[in-house]
């Protein structure tokens, strides 16, 4: 059974932009060389992950992300803590929404984080630190979580850009 740990390590893999190896993936996501090898195996057990190819499947991934993540992993607003933006707080989905009120934005907490707003549990916990030095990952998982966590009209921007953003990676020819 896929856990939302592996959701984070299939972002990882969207956001790769080089060679990869479990080893390298594991260090940029801040996780432990098993977590990637068991949550690659029960991806490809999900057909969310092709290893002969080496990537993400992707109709099958969007298709997850859209209409199963927030049943599978779902997330809620929770207390005011520091942390690093999160959901539609961050880009590409601030640039996308405008926020109603004046609520505290989504945060993944993180002791270190330079904005003060509601705790969203991240897909796993080392989200705030790898998001610090790799943009594109911390763009992949603003989209699942706003996917997770947002209204109606947040999840459509979020699937679109998801959709987007996916289309345009490169193909297995391309590599």
Same mark, same amino acid.
Do not use: N, T
């Given at each position: 059974? *896929?856990?939302?740990?592996? =959701?984070?390590? !299939?972002? #990882?893999?969207?956001?790769?932009?080089?060679?990869?190896?479990?080893?390298?993936?594991?260090?940029?996501?801040? *996780?432990?060389?098993?977590?990637?090898?068991?949550?690659?195996?029960?991806?490809?057990?999900?057909?969310?992950?092709?290893?002969?190819?080496?990537?993400?499947?992707?109709?099958?991934? /969007? $298709?997850?992300?859209?209409?199963?993540?927030?049943?599978?992993?779902?997330?809620?607003?929770?207390?005011? *803590?520091?942390?690093?933006?999160?959901?539609?707080?961050? $880009?590409?989905?601030?640039?996308? =929404?405008? %926020?109603?009120?004046?609520? %505290?934005?989504?945060?993944?907490?993180?002791?270190? #984080?330079? *904005?003060? &707003?509601?705790? =969203? /549990?991240?897909?796993?916990?080392?989200?705030? $630190?790898?998001? /610090?030095?790799?943009? #594109?990952?911390? /763009?992949? !998982?603003?989209? !699942?979580?706003?996917?997770?966590? &947002?209204?109606?009209?947040?999840?459509?921007?979020?699937?679109?850009?998801?959709? $987007?953003?996916?289309?345009?990676? %490169?193909?297995?020819?391309?590599?």
């Amino acid at each position: 059974m *896929v856990r939302a740990a592996d =959701i984070y390590v !299939l972002a #990882g893999l969207l956001a790769q932009d080089e060679q990869w190896s479990y080893r390298s993936l594991a260090d940029r996501l801040r *996780v432990a060389h098993p977590v990637v090898q068991r949550a690659l195996e029960r991806a490809k057990a999900a057909d969310l992950y092709s290893p002969d190819r080496r990537r993400v499947h992707l109709p099958h991934f /969007e $298709e997850f992300a859209v209409h199963a993540l927030r049943f599978f992993a779902p997330a809620q607003l929770g207390a005011l *803590v520091p942390g690093v933006p999160a959901a539609w707080a961050a $880009e590409p989905m601030a640039g996308a =929404i405008r %926020p109603s009120g004046d609520e %505290p934005p989504p945060v993944w907490p993180y002791a270190q #984080g330079w *904005v003060r &707003g509601q705790a =969203i /549990e991240p897909l796993h916990p080392a989200v705030p $630190e790898a998001v /610090e030095g790799w943009p #594109g990952l911390g /763009e992949f !998982l603003v989209l !699942l979580d706003s996917l997770r966590l &947002g209204d109606a009209r947040v999840r459509k921007v979020a699937r679109d850009l998801l959709a $987007e953003r996916l289309r345009s990676l %490169p193909s297995v020819e391309d590599l």
